[in-house]
């Protein structure tokens, strides 16, 4: 049988890490809802490792009401300390809050001309390739998440700079950031 190609190394070996690369990282995404939750969800690992967020991240669909925004975007300050205290989830107030004012953001979007093609007009509606040769060649950011960046604070959302704009659109497949040995870099098909 012949041997594949090495995945990206940063997932290394804990099954729950290679898991998530082999069935989720890279492959573009563009169900509007799953999209939301993965950006609330890079805005909570901001300081911390992804796999604390994969860890937790059942503990935060359940503690987020599965990440329906429009639930999220009705709740105030007794959601906020009860968010506070569940040990599930990252809490921190910060981002807590920003996550109900960016599922408020998401709403106003997703009415006009919806989150999806908000965020994939920033890559042209298809995935930059980069497919880098060594970990050496992945940015911390680029001019296509500088921008979306920019346009997702201008319209309220919270916890989105530059360099969590970029590991985002790694990961829902908006760059391919796949390295060039990576069996699943050449993965074509959306995921719901």
């Known amino acids: 049988m012949e041997k594949l190609p090495d995945r990206c190394l940063w997932c290394g070996t804990d099954p729950l890490y290679v898991a998530y690369h082999d069935d989720e ?3 573009p995404l563009r169900d509007p809802r ?3 939750e993965c950006l609330m969800l890079e805005g909570f690992q901001a300081g911390l490792s992804w796999i604390t967020i994969l860890r937790r991240r059942e503990g935060f669909r359940d503690a987020f009401a599965g990440f329906q ?6 709740w105030g300050e007794d959601d906020v300390t009860r968010l506070l205290a569940d040990p599930r989830i990252i809490r921190h107030r910060g981002k807590i809050e920003g996550t109900i004012q960016s599922a408020r953001a998401y709403l106003r979007i997703e009415a006009g001309e919806g989150f999806a093609p908000y965020l994939w007009k ?4 298809a995935p930059l390739q980069n497919r880098p040769t060594s970990g050496a060649g992945v940015p911390a950011q680029t001019p296509a ?5 920019k346009q997702l604070r201008k319209d309220g959302f919270k916890f989105c700079g530059p360099t969590i704009v970029y590991a985002f659109m790694q990961a829902t497949g908006m760059v391919n950031d796949h390295l060039a040995t990576c069996p699943f870099g050449d993965r074509a098909a959306t995921r719901a």
């Open 25 to 27: 990282w890279g492959a």
């Open 34 to 36: 799953a999209l939301w």
């Open 69 to 74: 925004p429009a639930v999220i975007a009705t």
């Open 122 to 125: 920033h890559v042209n509606h």
């Open 145 to 149: 998440s500088v921008a979306l960046s």
